[in-house]
T-cell receptor, first 114, second 114 residues
Framework: KQEVTQIPAALSVPEGENLVLNCSFT??????LQWFRQDPGKGLTSLLLIQSSQREQTSGRLNASLDKSSGRSTLYIAASQPGDSATYLC?????????????FGQGTTLQVKP | KAGVTQTPRYLIKTRGQQVTLSCSPI?????VSWYQQTPGQGLQFLFEYFSETQRNKGNFPGRFSGRQFSNSRSEMNVSTLELGDSALYLC?????????????FGQGTRLTVV
């Protein structure tokens, strides 16, 4: 059974700091991995999608890496800003289900202090 | 380009009642998935529809059901509401299952059962 874990559950950093969020999954048989951002009480905003054959994806100050063999992904945020404060979720789309079903981690709540 | 639209945004219902939530996917997207988000369980997959057919179902009781129409719009229904059904219900759409499939989420419907 695929399980996704995100550590730490919460993180507080000063503005301008570079930071790394971690995501691990127990079964390497995945189709892709997606990182999302969620603001309080709101829906999910897709940040980056990494296919299983890819090692990393970049979008602006965000860089996500994927090491499928070890079951790990990281989301790197450069030069953090107060507007980056949100909960970050990773999700995997497992192979074999033949659907778009996503299995989510519990998320990391990030606070960037001015 | 319009995003995923969920209606209503907020609902308050009484135990024992039933409720119907609606999701309009991004134009051209044929796959719609539903998720339940609670503080204790996080995001959990409910079901997925593609071309009006349910392709996958999560571990929820039969009180949770859904359907998809020919225009890809989807509805989910919860009958005999329980207090524990209080949650944020999120809908996601994707073009279809494939190498570049990315899930896009709506803002959610906040259901409160009293």
């Amino acid at each position: 059974k695929q399980e996704v874990t995100q550590i730490p559950a919460a993180l507080s950093v000063p503005e301008g700091e570079n930071l790394v969020l971690n995501c691990s999954f127990t079964d390497s048989a995945i189709y892709n991995l997606q990182w999302f951002r969620q603001d309080p009480g709101k829906g999910l905003t897709s940040l980056l999608l990494i296919q299983s054959s890819q090692r990393e994806q970049t979008s602006g100050r965000l860089n996500a890496s994927l090491d499928k063999s070890s079951g790990r992904s990281t989301l790197y945020i450069a030069a953090s800003q107060p507007g980056d404060s949100a909960t970050y979720l990773c999700a995997v789309n497992p192979l074999g289900s033949n659907t778009g079903k996503l299995i989510f981690g519990q998320g990391t709540t990030l606070q960037v202090k001015p | 380009k319009a995003g995923v639209t969920q209606t209503p945004r907020y609902l308050i219902k009484t135990r024992g009642q039933q409720v119907t939530l609606s999701c309009s996917p991004i134009s051209g997207h044929r796959s719609v998935s539903w998720y339940q988000q609670t503080p204790g369980q996080g995001l959990q997959f409910l079901f997925e529809y593609f071309s009006e057919t349910q392709r996958n179902k999560g571990n929820f009781p039969g009180r949770f059901s859904g359907r998809q129409f020919s225009n890809s719009r989807s509805e989910m229904n919860v009958s005999t509401l329980e207090l524990g059904d209080s949650a944020l219900y999120l809908c996601a759409s994707s073009r279809e299952r494939g190498p570049n499939t990315e899930a896009f989420f709506g803002q959610g419907t906040r259901l409160t059962v009293v």
